[in-house]
Protein backbone atom coordinates (compact mmCIF):
# COMPACT_ATOMS: atom_id res chain seq x y z
CA UNK A 1 0.00 0.00 0.00
CA UNK A 2 0.91 2.93 -1.08
CA UNK A 3 0.22 6.60 1.06
CA UNK A 4 0.24 10.03 -0.37
CA UNK A 5 -0.68 13.18 1.54
CA UNK A 6 -0.91 15.50 -1.61
CA UNK A 7 -3.20 15.84 -4.57
CA UNK A 8 -0.11 15.61 -7.53
CA UNK A 9 1.18 12.59 -4.98
CA UNK A 10 -2.35 11.04 -5.70
CA UNK A 11 -2.86 12.01 -9.51
CA UNK A 12 0.69 10.55 -10.18
CA UNK A 13 -0.46 7.50 -8.53
CA UNK A 14 -3.75 7.18 -10.18
CA UNK A 15 -2.20 7.54 -13.86
CA UNK A 16 -0.17 4.34 -13.02
CA UNK A 17 -2.78 2.43 -11.99
CA UNK A 18 -5.24 4.21 -14.68
CA UNK A 19 -2.84 3.39 -17.63
CA UNK A 20 -2.58 0.13 -16.73
CA UNK A 21 -6.35 -0.40 -17.50
CA UNK A 22 -7.46 -0.54 -13.66
CA UNK A 23 -10.81 0.32 -12.60
CA UNK A 24 -10.82 2.15 -9.56
CA UNK A 25 -12.70 2.35 -6.20
CA UNK A 26 -12.58 5.41 -4.12
CA UNK A 27 -13.94 4.73 -0.18
CA UNK A 28 -13.80 8.19 1.27
CA UNK A 29 -14.02 7.89 5.13
CA UNK A 30 -12.83 10.14 7.64
CA UNK A 31 -10.80 7.56 9.75
CA UNK A 32 -10.68 6.20 13.35
CA UNK A 33 -11.72 2.36 10.77
CA UNK A 34 -13.80 0.23 12.55
CA UNK A 35 -15.21 -3.03 11.06
CA UNK A 36 -18.04 -0.96 9.08
CA UNK A 37 -14.97 1.34 7.11
CA UNK A 38 -13.09 -1.94 6.56
CA UNK A 39 -15.95 -3.74 5.14
CA UNK A 40 -15.96 -0.54 2.54
CA UNK A 41 -12.87 -1.18 1.38
CA UNK A 42 -13.17 -4.99 1.25
CA UNK A 43 -16.27 -4.88 -1.03
CA UNK A 44 -14.10 -2.46 -3.06
CA UNK A 45 -11.08 -4.68 -3.14
CA UNK A 46 -13.43 -7.62 -4.71
CA UNK A 47 -14.95 -5.28 -7.24
CA UNK A 48 -12.27 -3.14 -8.44
CA UNK A 49 -8.55 -3.56 -9.49
CA UNK A 50 -7.31 -0.97 -7.68
CA UNK A 51 -8.45 0.51 -4.54
CA UNK A 52 -8.05 4.42 -3.37
CA UNK A 53 -9.09 5.22 0.82
CA UNK A 54 -9.21 9.08 1.64
CA UNK A 55 -9.02 9.77 5.66
CA UNK A 56 -9.93 13.13 5.85
CA UNK A 57 -11.76 14.57 8.87
CA UNK A 58 -13.48 16.99 6.61
CA UNK A 59 -13.77 20.45 9.33
CA UNK A 60 -16.87 22.30 6.82
CA UNK A 61 -19.28 19.22 7.49
CA UNK A 62 -19.06 19.89 11.29
CA UNK A 63 -21.43 22.32 13.44
CA UNK A 64 -19.78 21.55 16.36
CA UNK A 65 -16.03 22.38 16.83
CA UNK A 66 -16.11 20.28 20.04
CA UNK A 67 -17.21 17.38 18.18
CA UNK A 68 -14.56 18.37 15.54
CA UNK A 69 -11.47 18.74 17.87
CA UNK A 70 -12.42 15.75 19.63
CA UNK A 71 -12.51 13.38 16.57
CA UNK A 72 -10.15 10.19 17.45
CA UNK A 73 -7.20 10.15 15.01
CA UNK A 74 -4.49 7.89 14.68
CA UNK A 75 -3.32 7.39 11.15
CA UNK A 76 -0.48 4.74 12.19
CA UNK A 77 -3.49 2.46 13.32
CA UNK A 78 -5.62 3.09 10.27
CA UNK A 79 -2.90 2.36 7.67
CA UNK A 80 -2.16 -0.93 9.25
CA UNK A 81 -5.97 -1.88 9.13
CA UNK A 82 -6.10 -0.34 5.81
CA UNK A 83 -3.19 -2.50 4.55
CA UNK A 84 -4.66 -5.40 5.95
CA UNK A 85 -7.69 -4.71 3.92
CA UNK A 86 -6.11 -4.63 0.55
CA UNK A 87 -6.05 -1.27 0.11
CA UNK A 88 -3.76 0.04 -3.02
CA UNK A 89 -3.82 3.48 -1.95
CA UNK A 90 -4.12 5.82 1.11
CA UNK A 91 -4.61 9.71 0.69
CA UNK A 92 -4.38 11.61 4.02
CA UNK A 93 -4.30 14.90 2.77
CA UNK A 94 -3.69 18.25 5.70
CA UNK A 95 -6.57 20.51 5.50
CA UNK A 96 -4.57 23.40 3.68
CA UNK A 97 -4.20 20.69 0.57
CA UNK A 98 -8.29 20.13 0.39
CA UNK A 99 -9.42 23.59 1.16
CA UNK A 100 -6.81 26.18 0.06
CA UNK A 101 -7.01 30.14 1.30
CA UNK A 102 -9.58 31.61 0.19
CA UNK A 103 -11.61 28.69 -1.01
CA UNK A 104 -14.97 30.06 -1.90
CA UNK A 105 -16.79 27.09 -4.13
CA UNK A 106 -19.35 24.56 -2.30
CA UNK A 107 -21.72 22.40 -3.93
CA UNK A 108 -25.23 22.94 -2.52
CA UNK A 109 -28.31 20.01 -2.31
CA UNK A 110 -31.70 21.12 -1.68
CA UNK A 111 -34.87 19.05 -0.91
CA UNK A 112 -32.75 15.79 0.05
CA UNK A 113 -30.47 17.56 2.62
CA UNK A 114 -32.98 20.05 4.20
CA UNK A 115 -34.56 16.88 6.20
CA UNK A 116 -33.28 14.93 9.47
CA UNK A 117 -29.90 15.43 9.81
CA UNK A 118 -29.69 18.45 7.57
CA UNK A 119 -32.36 19.77 9.65
CA UNK A 120 -30.80 19.24 13.12
CA UNK A 121 -26.86 19.87 12.27
CA UNK A 122 -27.92 22.69 9.76
CA UNK A 123 -27.36 23.41 6.27
CA UNK A 124 -23.53 23.24 6.74
CA UNK A 125 -23.48 19.56 7.25
CA UNK A 126 -24.48 18.16 3.84
CA UNK A 127 -23.01 20.96 2.42
CA UNK A 128 -19.79 20.12 3.34
CA UNK A 129 -20.04 16.33 3.06
CA UNK A 130 -20.96 16.97 -1.28
CA UNK A 131 -18.70 19.50 -1.81
CA UNK A 132 -15.43 17.69 0.03
CA UNK A 133 -16.98 14.07 -1.83
CA UNK A 134 -16.80 16.27 -4.99
CA UNK A 135 -13.07 17.44 -4.72
CA UNK A 136 -12.65 13.76 -4.08
CA UNK A 137 -14.60 12.43 -7.08
CA UNK A 138 -12.47 14.51 -9.02
CA UNK A 139 -9.54 13.82 -7.89
CA UNK A 140 -9.43 10.54 -8.15
CA UNK A 141 -12.32 9.97 -10.79
CA UNK A 142 -12.94 6.57 -9.66
CA UNK A 143 -15.52 3.88 -11.32
CA UNK A 144 -17.13 3.24 -8.41
CA UNK A 145 -17.33 5.06 -4.69
CA UNK A 146 -18.42 2.55 -1.82
CA UNK A 147 -20.65 4.20 1.02
CA UNK A 148 -22.17 3.06 3.88
CA UNK A 149 -25.94 2.32 4.84
CA UNK A 150 -25.56 3.65 8.12
CA UNK A 151 -25.86 7.21 6.75
CA UNK A 152 -28.28 6.38 4.56
CA UNK A 153 -29.11 10.55 3.68
CA UNK A 154 -25.81 10.78 2.87
CA UNK A 155 -26.35 7.94 0.44
CA UNK A 156 -29.26 9.93 -0.71
CA UNK A 157 -27.39 13.33 -0.58
CA UNK A 158 -24.03 11.88 -2.79
CA UNK A 159 -26.49 10.03 -5.57
CA UNK A 160 -27.83 13.01 -5.86
CA UNK A 161 -24.72 14.95 -6.42
CA UNK A 162 -23.59 12.37 -8.99
CA UNK A 163 -26.87 12.47 -10.96
CA UNK A 164 -27.00 16.40 -11.21
CA UNK A 165 -23.51 16.78 -11.62
CA UNK A 166 -23.02 13.94 -14.31
CA UNK A 167 -20.32 11.74 -12.85
CA UNK A 168 -20.17 8.28 -14.17
CA UNK A 169 -19.32 6.88 -11.01
CA UNK A 170 -21.32 3.80 -9.78
CA UNK A 171 -22.23 4.29 -6.07
CA UNK A 172 -22.22 1.46 -3.98
CA UNK A 173 -24.02 1.44 -0.59
CA UNK A 174 -22.90 -1.61 1.77
CA UNK A 175 -24.59 -2.77 4.43
CA UNK A 176 -24.51 -1.36 8.24
CA UNK A 177 -21.47 -3.35 10.14
CA UNK A 178 -23.46 -4.01 13.84
CA UNK A 179 -21.92 -5.21 17.29
CA UNK A 180 -23.19 -8.60 18.39
CA UNK A 181 -26.02 -6.53 19.82
CA UNK A 182 -27.20 -4.73 17.69
CA UNK A 183 -25.32 -1.48 18.04
CA UNK A 184 -24.16 0.32 14.87
CA UNK A 185 -20.61 0.84 14.46
CA UNK A 186 -19.41 3.94 14.61
CA UNK A 187 -16.33 6.15 15.88
CA UNK A 188 -18.20 8.29 18.00
CA UNK A 189 -18.96 4.87 20.02
CA UNK A 190 -15.85 5.06 21.56
CA UNK A 191 -16.94 7.69 23.37
CA UNK A 192 -19.87 6.06 25.37
CA UNK A 193 -19.58 5.51 28.91
CA UNK A 194 -19.98 1.83 29.34
CA UNK A 195 -23.61 2.62 30.80
CA UNK A 196 -24.05 4.70 27.61
CA UNK A 197 -23.20 2.06 25.67
CA UNK A 198 -25.54 -0.24 27.23
CA UNK A 199 -27.86 2.16 26.87
CA UNK A 200 -27.29 2.83 22.89
CA UNK A 201 -28.53 -0.62 22.07
CA UNK A 202 -32.12 0.76 22.38
CA UNK A 203 -31.73 2.27 19.20
CA UNK A 204 -31.55 -0.75 17.15
CA UNK A 205 -34.19 -2.22 19.28
CA UNK A 206 -36.41 0.50 18.15
CA UNK A 207 -35.59 0.01 14.87
CA UNK A 208 -36.34 -3.92 15.08
CA UNK A 209 -39.23 -3.30 17.18
CA UNK A 210 -41.31 -0.84 14.10
CA UNK A 211 -39.97 -3.52 11.07
CA UNK A 212 -41.72 -6.44 13.52
CA UNK A 213 -44.95 -4.56 13.61
CA UNK A 214 -44.64 -3.60 9.55
CA UNK A 215 -44.01 -7.68 9.21
CA UNK A 216 -47.27 -8.18 11.08
CA UNK A 217 -48.98 -5.28 8.74
CA UNK A 218 -48.65 -1.95 10.23
CA UNK A 219 -47.79 0.40 7.60
CA UNK A 220 -48.20 4.03 9.21
CA UNK A 221 -45.82 6.35 9.79
CA UNK A 222 -47.60 7.65 13.40
CA UNK A 223 -47.62 4.10 14.38
CA UNK A 224 -43.90 3.13 13.85
CA UNK A 225 -42.84 6.18 14.88
CA UNK A 226 -44.32 5.57 18.77
CA UNK A 227 -42.90 2.09 18.64
CA UNK A 228 -39.72 3.11 18.41
CA UNK A 229 -40.17 6.08 20.58
CA UNK A 230 -41.31 3.81 23.29
CA UNK A 231 -38.26 1.24 22.71
CA UNK A 232 -35.90 4.74 22.96
CA UNK A 233 -38.22 5.57 26.23
CA UNK A 234 -37.69 2.59 28.27
CA UNK A 235 -33.57 3.58 27.86
CA UNK A 236 -34.37 7.05 28.66
CA UNK A 237 -33.60 8.31 25.50
CA UNK A 238 -35.16 11.24 23.96
CA UNK A 239 -34.13 11.12 20.19
CA UNK A 240 -33.08 14.32 18.06
CA UNK A 241 -35.51 12.58 15.64
CA UNK A 242 -37.27 9.84 14.79
CA UNK A 243 -38.76 10.11 11.51
CA UNK A 244 -40.32 7.64 8.31
CA UNK A 245 -39.17 8.86 5.11
CA UNK A 246 -38.61 7.90 1.39
CA UNK A 247 -35.43 6.18 0.92
CA UNK A 248 -34.27 8.62 -1.99
CA UNK A 249 -35.92 12.12 -1.30
CA UNK A 250 -35.90 11.71 2.61
CA UNK A 251 -39.00 13.60 2.64
CA UNK A 252 -41.56 12.60 5.42
CA UNK A 253 -43.95 10.23 4.15
CA UNK A 254 -47.43 8.93 6.33
CA UNK A 255 -47.42 4.87 5.57
CA UNK A 256 -44.51 2.76 3.89
CA UNK A 257 -45.79 1.99 0.70
CA UNK A 258 -43.42 -0.49 -1.32
CA UNK A 259 -40.43 0.38 1.66
CA UNK A 260 -39.46 3.48 3.47
CA UNK A 261 -36.11 4.29 5.95
CA UNK A 262 -36.81 4.73 9.55
CA UNK A 263 -34.49 6.22 10.76
CA UNK A 264 -33.26 7.68 14.17
CA UNK A 265 -31.10 10.01 15.99
CA UNK A 266 -30.28 10.42 18.94
CA UNK A 267 -27.65 11.70 21.62
CA UNK A 268 -26.52 9.19 24.43
CA UNK A 269 -24.51 11.40 26.60
CA UNK A 270 -22.70 13.52 24.61
CA UNK A 271 -21.91 11.05 21.82
CA UNK A 272 -25.13 11.78 18.90
CA UNK A 273 -25.76 8.48 17.41
CA UNK A 274 -27.52 7.58 14.26
CA UNK A 275 -29.07 4.45 12.70
CA UNK A 276 -31.93 3.60 10.36
CA UNK A 277 -33.58 0.41 8.70
CA UNK A 278 -35.32 -0.18 5.87
CA UNK A 279 -39.26 -1.24 6.85
CA UNK A 280 -41.43 -2.94 4.52
CA UNK A 281 -44.53 -3.91 5.17
CA UNK A 282 -43.91 -7.85 4.74
CA UNK A 283 -40.67 -7.35 6.53
CA UNK A 284 -37.41 -5.15 6.98
CA UNK A 285 -33.60 -5.54 5.71
P1 LIG B 1 -16.96 8.11 8.30
O1 LIG B 1 -15.50 7.81 8.47
O2 LIG B 1 -17.74 8.07 9.56
O3 LIG B 1 -17.20 9.36 7.48
O4 LIG B 1 -17.53 6.91 7.43
C1 LIG B 1 -16.94 6.54 6.22
C2 LIG B 1 -17.85 5.58 5.50
O5 LIG B 1 -18.04 4.43 6.34
C3 LIG B 1 -19.24 6.15 5.22
O6 LIG B 1 -19.66 5.76 3.93
C4 LIG B 1 -20.09 5.52 6.30
O7 LIG B 1 -21.45 5.37 5.94
C5 LIG B 1 -19.42 4.16 6.43
N1 LIG B 1 -19.76 3.56 7.72
C6 LIG B 1 -19.66 4.12 8.95
N2 LIG B 1 -20.13 3.27 9.90
C7 LIG B 1 -20.52 2.15 9.25
C8 LIG B 1 -21.08 0.90 9.66
N3 LIG B 1 -21.34 0.64 10.94
N4 LIG B 1 -21.37 -0.01 8.71
C9 LIG B 1 -21.12 0.23 7.40
N5 LIG B 1 -20.57 1.38 6.95
C10 LIG B 1 -20.28 2.33 7.85
Redesign the pocket.
Given at each position: METVTTKNALRTALERARSDGDSIGLV?????F?D??I??MRAARERCDFVVVSLFVNPTQFNDAADLDSYPIDHERDSALAETAGVDLLFIPSREEIYPTDFSTTVSVTGVSKTLCGHSRGPQHFQGVATVVTKLFNLVQPDLAF?????AQ?VAVIKRVVRDLDFEIEIVV?????EPDGL????RNTHLTPVERERATALNRALTAASEIARGGEGSAAALKQVALDELAESEIEPEYVELVSPETMQPVEAVEGSALLAIAAHVGQPRLIDNAVITTNGSQ
Open positions: PTMGAHGHSLFGQKDQCPTVRALSS
